[in-house]
T-cell receptor, first 116, second 120 residues
C-alpha cells in the first residue's frame, strides 16, 4: 500500500506568489515526515522534517510545512516563490511500525516550476 | 569527507555482467541506506544498515542484489547477472541515529549524488 502520496505531478507558479506542494500519508499514528528537494543531476537535499511538537515546521530556503493529523497531510509551503526554487520535490514518511523502523518511504515527486 | 560520496557516478555495462557500486557515508553516521530511483519515480528503498549489519534488507528485489558494510562505514552494493530492468540511479544516504523513547530513527538522511547504472 502507498504510504505517501503527492497528488500533483507538476505545480507552476509565478515568482513572488505563494506556493504549495501537497503531500498526504496513509500510515497509522503519528509518523515522522520529511521533505526533500532534488535539483537536476544532483542528489536529494533535506528541507525539513516533522517529528513531534509544533505542527508548523520551518526549514531551509524559507520553506515551511504543516502537519495536519486530521487530514493526514504535510503540505510544503513558501510565502513568496523564487525562480531558483524550481526543482523536483519529494515528500517522505518514516513508519513507526516495528518491522520497518528505519525505512523512509518516498512519494513520486512534484515538479515545481516558478516562472519569472 | 563533507558529504556522502558515491562511485562510480556513471556505469554502463552489458546484460549479464556483475556490477559493484560504492558508497562512502558521512563520517560518524551509523545508519546507511541504499535506494533506487527510476525515471519519473521517487526513490525506492533497497536496504538499510545500522552499523555493520543489515537492519532491513526487504527492499532488495531479488537474490541478484546484495550489499555489505563490513566495517560499519563504506558500503558496496553488488548486482549479479545484470538485467536491462536494473538500469536506474542508485542512491546512497547516511544519517545519524537519534531515537525518541526507543522509537524509529528521527535523523534525516543525507544523500549522495547517485550512481547511474545503464545495462545494455
Amino acid at each position: 500500500a502507498q504510504s505517501v502520496a503527492q497528488p500533483e505531478d507538476q505545480v507552476n507558479v509565478a515568482e513572488g506568489n505563494p506556493l504549495t506542494v501537497k503531500c498526504t500519508y496513509s500510515v497509522s499514528g503519528n509518523p515522522y515526515l520529511f521533505w526533500y528537494v532534488q535539483y537536476p543531476n544532483r542528489g536529494l537535499q533535506f528541507l525539513l522534517k516533522y517529528i513531534t511538537g509544533d505542527n508548523l515546521v520551518k526549514g531551509s530556503y524559507g520553506f515551511e510545512a504543516e502537519f495536519n493529523k486530521s487530514q493526514t497531510s504535510f503540505h510544503l509551503k513558501k510565502p513568496s516563490a523564487l525562480v531558483s526554487d524550481s526543482a523536483l520535490y519529494f515528500c517522505a514518511v518514516r513508519d513507526k511500525r516495528g518491522s520497518t523502523l528505519g525505512r523512509l518511504y518516498f512519494g513520486r515527486g512534484t515538479q515545481l516550476t516558478v516562472w519569472p | 569527507g563533507a558529504g556522502v560520496s558515491q562511485t562510480p557516478s556513471n556505469k554502463v555495462t552489458e546484460k549479464g555482467k556483475y556490477v559493484e557500486l560504492r558508497c562512502d557515508p558521512i563520517s560518524g553516521h551509523t545508519a546507511l541506506y541504499w535506494y533506487r530511483q527510476s525515471l519519473g519515480q521517487g526513490p525506492e528503498f533497497l536496504i538499510y544498515f545500522q552499523g555493520t549489519g543489515a537492519a532491513d534488507d526487504s527492499g532488495l528485489p531479488n537474490d541478484r542484489f546484495f550489499a555489505v558494510r563490513p566495517e560499519g562505514s563504506v558500503s558496496t552494493l553488488k548486482i549479479q547477472r545484470t538485467e536491462r530492468g536494473d538500469s536506474a540511479v542508485y542512491l546512497c544516504a547516511s544519517s545519524l541515529t537519534r531515537r525518541l523513547a526507543g522509537g524509529p530513527n528521527t535523523g534525516e538522511l543525507f544523500f549522495g549524488e547517485g550512481s547511474r547504472l545503464t545495462v545494455l
